[in-house]
């Protein structure tokens, strides 16, 4: 197979060319772990990193973001609603990565778009790394299962640009006008490449809606809960939650502003409203409220499951409530006749 | 120092004695620095430490708390509380990297204006020439590199239990609920990337109970007792777990023939930590602890013992301390895994979600991870018996048990294995003692402290 290819020397220095103008996010090493982070140089780039410990998700709806602030002055009131605007490049995202932002934008998108999210997804270009290839790093990752909610290792469909490992040369796979401009500046140059192998993993069917919404009174939920924490774990690292909460702060310069956060479907006081009433009252509620929003609600919606299978869920819970057997659950009671 | 730095005081001031000895004051016409803004409250054993780490956090450059002197309280004992609270708070706020001099208790009686004034006129001096106050977790900094590993290793032995300790394990399990001894199990399984909590209630999940692999790096599965709504429960217990039932039941969460204590014994028995202490002699006899041990018996003040990291940090100065801990805090992501995975986190509200009041905004940034992180350690001043559930639910690797080991360390320091003067305090190691924050002696902590 002929491709353009690109060795990482080039790639770095491509990188490094680009940092003037934008704010780049790769996989760096922190501690024992790979994180997405804003680089400062392009030595900081972990090349052989697994997947990122933490999704890209913060980087276009941040953990906690000032939508709008205001305070009165000599001038009267100034009212401020900060946009980033400043191009960003996405750099050694996963196609996962880049189905999450396929998989948001369905939502914070369509009318009435959320402002915040449209200008940083605007200003971003997503460069991504296949899984698959060759070198360490290549995937798949423990728990990852992308393949079950419609994605797959190489899937160019939601990136700009593709990039494929062949140990230090990245086969280059152009796929927008917006990743080609992007890489106007990087020297490619053509070889012959052997096709990879498709790689094996085991097969996860997705059960359809139907079989979703006829497990809603099952007592499988309050089993499935009954050791779970009710930590936020596995919806923060999840690339496509997007719960938020937003609630005012005063400062003592005397500004207002107007926070908006992640909130979490797993935290007991989610869903609670005025009065005290709770309609979501147990942990088992909540769990199920989780994976119904995922495999039910938002694919009736939007088309999509509301999960790209990256399996960062899968690694981080502390107890160890893994989605696939959740799905297997839901699956293997569908072949149960009622 | 910033030139013409004017340092922002609050002070808390008990209404009968320091309020009436700050308004004898004015009344003399003695003066004393205006930096000072006064909140009355009813007694310095009102002055929840939350105020004071609401304060600083909030850009309070110091914080100084007044009260009756001991023996003169109002309410007969409300400042002996104080002095025990704030010996603890102090060295806890020094240990995240606050100067410690930035935070005074002292006693100001309503005959004494010209003490008022002079305290208020120190305290001011020396809160200027510190500077204006750090916010903690508001550097995005690197933490300074440290020798000692931030993770503990598990027992170096930390092999958990064989196939002989797993099939007595499920053998007894299916005859505690065989016999309704009790309704559900409390163990571990195999799972599908870690060990992880099963609740056994029929002899089919009975057999799949196994003695986890690395009994340091699991959780406390006491933490599930408050959710068990009377159903009789079997647990499986590390020594620090057997040790934090000891508390619930002292902080009547439930009572001890709710529950039956499963214990871990040999290797898998022992602590989460490396042993760096030697332990103390009076040990309970397991007997009493649990109420059947697989394997030898293990040793419950085994459990707790610091790691080499606490007296690293410890002697670091201040700004160090400083970096660590913003370096630490800017990691969290406020998912509670730490609050949720701790059996003695069991408020109905945390004060970190309360809304009404608000003491903390919902922003996920690091000043208020720092705020939860500090409160939570300080609230689990006597109670933590250092499980390490909380580092090992950390998904960001935050070495939370080094708060709860300082904590534990001073209230070591200052206060006695019965919970009253002394030393050597050590929290659960049985279930009749006394919690170090509901009792006093008149004659401890002298002068005050700090």
Same mark, same amino acid.
């Given at each position: 197979?002929?491709?353009?290819?690109?060795?990482?020397?080039?790639?770095?220095?491509?990188?490094?060319?680009?940092?003037? *103008?934008?704010?780049?996010?790769?996989?760096?090493?922190?501690?024992?772990?790979?994180?997405?982070?804003?680089?400062?140089?392009?030595?900081?780039?972990?090349?052989?990193?697994?997947?990122?410990?933490?999704?890209?998700?913060?980087?276009?709806?941040?953990?906690?973001?000032?939508?709008?602030?205001?305070?009165?002055?000599?001038?009267?009131?100034?009212?401020?609603?900060?946009?980033?605007?400043?191009?960003?490049?996405?750099?050694?995202?996963?196609?996962?990565?880049?189905?999450?932002?396929?998989?948001?934008?369905?939502?914070?998108?369509?009318?009435?778009?959320?402002?915040?999210?449209?200008?940083?997804?605007?200003?971003?270009?997503?460069?991504?790394?296949?899984?698959?290839?060759?070198?360490?790093?290549?995937?798949?990752?423990?728990?990852?299962?992308?393949?079950?909610?419609?994605?797959?290792?190489?899937?160019?469909?939601?990136?700009?640009?593709?990039?494929?490992?062949?140990?230090?040369?990245?086969?280059?796979?152009?796929?927008?006008?917006?990743?080609?401009?992007?890489?106007?500046? *990087?020297?490619?140059?053509?070889?012959?490449? #052997?096709?990879?192998?498709?790689?094996?993993?085991?097969?996860?069917?997705?059960? #359809?809606?139907?079989?979703?919404?006829?497990?809603?009174?099952?007592?499988?939920?309050?089993?499935?809960?009954?050791?779970?924490?009710?930590?936020?774990?596995?919806?923060?690292?999840?690339?496509?939650?997007?719960?938020?909460? *937003?609630?005012?702060?005063?400062?003592?310069?005397?500004?207002?502003?107007?926070?908006?956060?992640?909130?979490?479907?797993?935290?007991?006081?989610?869903?609670?409203?005025?009065?005290?009433?709770?309609?979501?009252?147990?942990?088992?509620?909540?769990?199920?409220?989780?994976?119904?929003?995922?495999?039910?609600?938002?694919?009736?919606?939007?088309?999509?499951?509301?999960?790209?299978?990256?399996?960062?869920?899968?690694?981080?819970?502390?107890?160890?409530?893994?989605?696939?057997?959740?799905?297997?659950?839901?699956?293997?009671?569908?072949?149960?006749?009622? | 120092?910033?030139?013409?730095?004017?340092?922002?005081?609050? %002070?808390?001031?008990?209404?009968?004695?320091?309020?009436?000895?700050?308004?004898?004051?004015?009344?003399?016409?003695? !003066?004393?620095?205006?930096?000072?803004?006064?909140?009355?409250?009813?007694?310095?054993?009102?002055?929840?430490?939350?105020?004071?780490?609401?304060?600083?956090?909030?850009?309070?450059?110091?914080?100084?708390?007044?009260?009756?002197?001991?023996?003169?309280?109002?309410?007969?004992?409300?400042?002996?509380?104080?002095?025990?609270?704030?010996?603890?708070?102090?060295?806890?706020?020094? &240990?995240? %990297?606050?100067?410690?001099?930035?935070?005074?208790?002292?006693?100001?009686?309503?005959?004494?204006?010209?003490? &008022?004034?002079?305290?208020? !006129?120190?305290? @001011?001096?020396?809160?200027?020439?510190?500077?204006?106050?750090?916010?903690?977790?508001?550097?995005?900094?690197?933490?300074?590199?440290?020798?000692?590993?931030?993770?503990?290793?598990?027992? $170096?032995?930390?092999?958990?239990?064989?196939?002989?300790?797993?099939?007595?394990?499920?053998?007894?399990?299916?005859?505690?609920?065989?016999?309704?001894?009790?309704?559900?199990?409390?163990?571990?399984?195999?799972? !599908?990337?870690?060990?992880?909590?099963? &609740?056994?209630? @029929?002899?089919?999940?009975?057999?799949?109970?196994?003695?986890?692999?690395?009994?340091?790096?699991?959780?406390?599965?006491?933490?599930?007792?408050?959710?068990?709504?009377?159903?009789?429960?079997?647990?499986?217990?590390?020594?620090?777990?057997?040790?934090?039932?000891?508390?619930?039941?002292?902080?009547?969460?439930?009572?001890?023939?709710?529950?039956?204590?499963?214990?871990?014994?040999?290797?898998?028995?022992?602590?989460?930590?490396?042993?760096?202490?030697?332990?103390?002699? $009076?040990?309970?006899?397991?007997?009493?602890?649990?109420?059947?041990?697989?394997?030898?018996?293990?040793?419950? $003040?085994?459990?707790?013992?610091?790691?080499?990291?606490?007296?690293?940090?410890?002697?670091?100065?201040?700004?160090?301390?400083?970096?660590?801990?913003?370096?630490?805090?800017?990691?969290?992501?406020?998912?509670?895994?730490?609050?949720?995975?701790?059996?003695?986190?069991?408020?109905?509200?945390?004060?970190?979600?309360?809304?009404?009041?608000?003491?903390?905004?919902?922003?996920?940034?690091?000043?208020?991870?720092?705020?939860?992180?500090?409160?939570?350690?300080?609230?689990?001043?006597?109670?933590? @018996?250092?499980?390490?559930?909380?580092?090992?639910?950390?998904?960001?690797?935050?070495?939370?048990?080094?708060?709860?080991?300082?904590?534990?360390?001073?209230?070591?320091?200052? &206060?006695?294995?019965?919970?009253?003067?002394?030393?050597?305090?050590?929290?659960?190691? $049985?279930?009749?003692?006394?919690?170090?924050?509901?009792?006093? @002696?008149?004659?401890?902590?002298? %002068?005050?402290?700090?």
């Amino acid at each position: 197979m002929n491709q353009e290819i690109i060795s990482r020397q080039e790639l770095s220095r491509w990188l490094e060319s680009l940092l003037p *103008a934008h704010t780049i996010i790769a996989p760096v090493h922190r501690e024992d772990r790979d994180a997405f982070a804003i680089i400062g140089s392009a030595g900081e780039v972990a090349w052989d990193a697994g997947r990122t410990a933490n999704p890209a998700k913060e980087f276009f709806f941040p953990a906690s973001e000032t939508i709008v602030r205001w305070r009165t002055g000599p001038a009267g009131l100034q009212v401020e609603a900060p946009l980033a605007t400043r191009p960003q490049v996405l750099f050694g995202a996963r196609p996962c990565d880049g189905m999450a932002l396929d998989v948001l934008d369905r939502l914070l998108l369509a009318d009435p778009a959320d402002p915040y999210y449209r200008a940083r997804r605007a200003a971003t270009t997503v460069v991504a790394w296949a899984c698959g290839g060759e070198g360490p790093g290549a995937g798949p990752f423990e728990g990852c299962f992308c393949e079950t909610v419609g994605g797959g290792p190489a899937d160019r469909r939601f990136v700009d640009v593709l990039l494929t490992r062949y140990g230090d040369d990245y086969a280059v796979d152009a796929v927008t006008e917006k990743g080609r401009q992007l890489l106007s500046g *990087a020297k490619t140059e053509p070889r012959e490449l #052997p096709a990879l192998t498709p790689r094996d993993t085991p097969e996860l069917p997705m059960p #359809p809606p139907a079989a979703w919404r006829a497990q809603f009174d099952a007592a499988f939920w309050t089993e499935l809960a009954q050791r779970c924490l009710g930590c936020r774990t596995c919806t923060y690292d999840c690339p496509v939650c997007y719960c938020f909460d *937003a609630r005012d702060r005063a400062l003592p310069d005397g500004t207002i502003e107007r926070l908006r956060c992640w909130d979490s479907c797993q935290g007991m006081q989610c869903f609670a409203i005025a009065g005290g009433h709770n309609p979501r009252p147990t942990q088992a509620s909540r769990q199920r409220q989780r994976y119904m929003h995922k495999f039910l609600y938002y694919p009736e919606r939007e088309g999509v499951a509301l999960c790209v299978g990256c399996g960062r869920c899968v690694v981080d819970c502390p107890v160890n409530i893994d989605i696939r057997e959740v799905i297997a659950a839901i699956a293997a009671a569908e072949r149960v006749p009622a | 120092m910033i030139e013409n730095f004017e340092p922002r005081i609050v %002070g808390f001031l008990c209404n009968w004695c320091s309020y009436a000895g700050a308004d004898l004051a004015g009344t003399s016409r003695l !003066s004393y620095p205006p930096n000072i803004r006064i909140v009355r409250v009813p007694c310095s054993g009102r002055v929840d430490p939350l105020f004071v780490m609401r304060a600083l956090r909030d850009g309070a450059d110091g914080v100084l708390v007044l009260g009756c002197h001991p023996g003169d309280c109002h309410y007969s004992d409300g400042n002996y509380h104080a002095r025990r609270r704030f010996a603890i708070m102090h060295e806890l706020l020094s &240990f995240v %990297g606050y100067e410690p001099e930035r935070v005074r208790v002292d006693w100001v009686s309503a005959s004494e204006g010209a003490r &008022f004034s002079r305290v208020v !006129s120190e305290f @001011t001096e020396k809160v200027r020439s510190l500077g204006p106050v750090r916010r903690l977790g508001a550097q995005a900094a690197t933490a300074p590199a440290q020798a000692a590993a931030l993770r503990p290793a598990a027992t $170096s032995a930390g092999q958990g239990g064989g196939p002989g300790q797993t099939a007595q394990l499920r053998e007894l399990a299916a005859r505690l609920l065989a016999e309704g001894q009790a309704g559900v199990v409390l163990g571990w399984e195999k799972g !599908s990337v870690r060990e992880r909590p099963l &609740f056994a209630s @029929t002899a089919e999940q009975a057999s799949r109970l196994v003695v986890p692999q690395e009994p340091g790096a699991s959780l406390n599965l006491a933490t599930y007792l408050h959710h068990l709504h009377g159903k009789k429960a079997a647990l499986v217990v590390k020594p620090a777990d057997a040790r934090a039932v000891n508390v619930l039941i002292k902080e009547g969460q439930l009572k001890r023939e709710d529950v039956v204590l499963i214990g871990l014994g040999g290797e898998a028995g022992r602590g989460p930590l490396p042993a760096s202490e030697p332990s103390p002699a $009076s040990e309970p006899s397991p007997a009493s602890a649990y109420d059947f041990v697989l394997g030898e018996p293990p040793v419950l $003040s085994d459990a707790f013992v610091t790691a080499p990291l606490l007296d690293e940090v410890e002697g670091w100065p201040v700004a160090q301390r400083a970096a660590f801990w913003d370096a630490q805090f800017n990691k969290c992501e406020r998912c509670y895994a730490c609050r949720q995975a701790c059996p003695m986190c069991y408020c109905a509200e945390c004060l970190s979600e309360q809304l009404n009041p608000a003491w903390q905004s919902i922003a996920i940034e690091a000043p208020e991870q720092a705020f939860f992180h500090v409160m939570r350690a300080y609230h689990l001043a006597g109670r933590c @018996t250092g499980c390490n559930a909380c580092s090992n639910a950390c998904p960001e690797g935050i070495p939370l048990y080094l708060l709860n080991q300082k904590v534990a360390r001073e209230v070591a320091r200052f &206060f006695g294995p019965d919970g009253l003067k002394g030393t050597g305090y050590q929290a659960g190691l $049985s279930a009749d003692v006394a919690l170090p924050f509901t009792v006093f @002696t008149k004659d401890e902590l002298a %002068g005050g402290h700090a």
